[in-house]
């Protein structure tokens, strides 16, 4: 999948960033009557209607809310600044899966996906680097059948979002609901994707991953069965 597909889908609105920036920036000035003006409904409004309750517990909430949506701010930057950010999200989980397993077992499971496919190698050697093989395993996963219909029905979704900055706002939960399960799913991937300012746009590739990385977790630091997993995966 092209990022240049979700960057077109994406810049369908010049004023995207413009309208997104002064809606959240409105949130944070006045929590209770930007929610009022929005009418927002959800767990996104309960969580910003917390910032009047005088708990501890309930001003975390609110705090938590306001962290989400400034890191999806951050997050749609990432989108403009990098050349494929569904491949780099994906690239990072395996550059962190293959330093896991280490150089041999890289190398192996790496050809094994490659022969199993039936796919050319993606790079002239694949022991030049961590990188390059991190590089072919993510090149393998967005290039199956599977991965593109899933993940052009959630760009189209998420492109409809920013016809206003109100229906972003509202949809803002599922963005955020994806990072938190990812967290207990893989915590050193989500942290990974965090240092990136990525973790908030995983729900774009969240359908495939979550399987691959039940596989690669259920294969023990077995190269063969991870490879095998990821080819009844990346098969369909």
């Given amino acids: 999948m092209s990022q240049t597909y979700l960057q077109l889908k994406m810049q369908a609105n010049k004023q995207l960033a413009i309208a997104l920036t002064r809606s959240l920036n ?12 929005l009418k927002l409904g959800g ?55 293959l330093k896991k397993l280490g150089d041999e077992k890289s190398n192996e499971l790496v050809s094994r996906v490659q022969q199993l496919l039936g796919k050319a190698a ?12 991190s590089l072919t395993l993510a090149n393998l996963v967005l290039e199956s059948v599977d991965f593109k219909k899933k993940h052009i029905r959630l760009v189209n979704s998420f492109s409809t979002w920013f016809v206003n900055g109100a229906t972003l ?41 979550t399987k691959i990385i039940y596989q690669v977790n ?18 369909k």
Wanted: hydrophobic share 40%.
């Fill in 26 to 37: 409105d949130i944070h000035a006045d929590h209770m009557s930007t929610i009022e003006k």
């Fill in 169 to 209: 706002y509202a949809n803002a939960q599922i963005a955020a609901s994806a990072a938190n399960r990812l967290k207990f799913q893989d915590s050193l991937y989500y942290h990974s994707l965090c240092r990136e300012n990525l973790e908030m746009l995983y729900f774009l590739i969240e359908p495939q991953m």
């Fill in 218 to 235: 259920s294969g023990d630091n077995n190269q063969v069965k991870i490879a095998d997993a990821l080819y009844g995966i990346l098969n």
């Fill in 122 to 133: 993606e790079h002239a050697s694949t022991k030049a680097s961590k990188l390059a093989l």
């Fill in 43 to 97: 767990q996104r409004l309960i969580n910003y209607g917390s910032c009047v309750v005088p708990d501890s517990y309930y001003r975390s909430s609110c705090r938590d809310t306001w962290k989400e949506d400034k890191r999806l701010v951050l997050a749609l930057g990432e989108i403009y600044a990098r050349n494929d950010v569904s491949l780099d999200m994906v690239e990072i989980y395996f550059r962190k899966t």
